[in-house]
């Protein structure tokens, strides 16, 4: 019997029920097809963390961690306080100050936050601080630096081996892609992701009780900054200009800043904490 005719005696005997019962199976089979390359191509919540911290632990071999113990733990409250705000509250936040004197502030996937000492000097209140700590968490949560990773990868390879590597911290392609992600950090995320970091944090801001307005003042510092300034170098390399990102929060989220603009700024709170270190980096 050839082929062809063995094929037209199956879909003669496939009919009324038995071709349901056929197409049924068929379309289970294709559909767990699907489910199994989605999750081959995908990395969970545990590789998200594992890659986060290895771009974290080459990021602090770039600059130390700030001396000065109560700023961290003051920077971990205020962030752990946010993070509470959101829908991936059980992730294991850390945030931390960097001992540099340039202008930025960053995060890594699953939850690795850092700023630096340099933008915290430039600060005068807790809401700018929550401001600036909410907009990295959005990258977080939306996973901007970890698809932008993903999406590198599988430009090269295929998918399930991407997730494979991910659970081997010895292998060569688990380096690369750490390495790709360290170098995210360099060329910068799309501006489409850093709009809505903006638009997004201001919200989370405002749900932990801040003053919404906190991230546009600092936006406004940054505006104030001379471009040829080296603290704000990497900053402005790697995000929208100040003026465009104001001019999009105004756009989008004016009522909402307007709603919420009599919350507490802090700024008392701030500079307490601080412990005199914002004036001692000005002089």
Partial sequence: MTRALLFACLCGLATGPAQAQFNLDINRLIDTA????????????????????????RLLGAAPLHPNPSLQRYVNEVGRWLAAQTERADLPWRFAV???PQVNAFATPGGY?????????????EAELAGVLAH???????????KAIQKGALANVAGNVVALAVQDRNSALRNRLVSFGTELYVRG??????????????????????????????????????????????????????????????????PTLEAYAAQPQLGDRFLARLGGERAARRR
């Fill in 34 to 57: 699907k489910s199994i390359s989605q999750a081959s191509t995908e990395i969970d919540e545990t590789g998200e963390i594992e890659i986060g911290r290895d771009v974290a632990a």
């Fill in 98 to 100: 960097l001992d540099a």
């Fill in 113 to 125: 936050i850092f700023v630096t000492g340099g933008l915290v000097a430039r600060m005068t209140t």
């Fill in 136 to 146: 990295e968490i959005v990258h977080v949560l939306r996973k901007h630096h970890l």
């Fill in 189 to 254: 995320l799309d501006k489409a992701d850093e709009l809505e970091a903006d638009r997004l944090g201001v919200v989370i801001a405002a749900r932990g009780g801040y003053d919404p307005w906190g991230l546009p003042v600092v936006l406004q510092t940054l505006q104030s900054i001379n471009p040829e300034d080296s603290a704000v170098a990497l900053m402005f390399k790697t995000h929208p200009a100040p003026t465009e990102r104001l001019d999009a929060l105004e756009q989008r989220m004016l």
